[in-house]
């Protein structure tokens, strides 16, 4: 248990900080698996949707500092080569 009023109100604030972050990781966790599904039922425009999706919920993330900005921008390379395969395989 915290000792000084600082402290206290430091746990307080790192507690929703830690909520908040949660929340926005699980939400990544959510557009990134749908955008998964969509690519393995090979729905090209549904891909694409998902990935504008995705890719600006990293953005945001990375903005906030929720995520590492070069972590986002892995993630959103490594969607964008899933999106770029399926197109290509389907033409």
């Known amino acids: 248990m915290p000792a000084t009023k600082s402290a ?3 746990l307080k604030t790192d507690k929703k900080k830690r909520d908040r972050n949660l929340k926005v990781k699980k939400s990544l966790k959510v557009l ?3 955008f998964n599904q969509t690519i393995e039922l090979k ?3 549904e891909a694409k949707g998902a990935f504008l999706k995705a890719s600006s919920a990293l953005d945001r993330a ?3 500092g929720v995520i590492h900005k070069n972590t ?3 993630k ?3 969607l964008a080569k ?3 395969k399926l197109t290509t395989a389907s033409s």
């Open 8 to 10: 206290k109100k430091r």
């Open 32 to 34: 990134i698996k749908g």
């Open 43 to 45: 729905k090209e425009e």
């Open 62 to 64: 990375a903005s906030k």
């Open 72 to 74: 986002a921008w892995r």
């Open 76 to 78: 959103k390379s490594r």
């Open 82 to 84: 899933k999106v770029n």
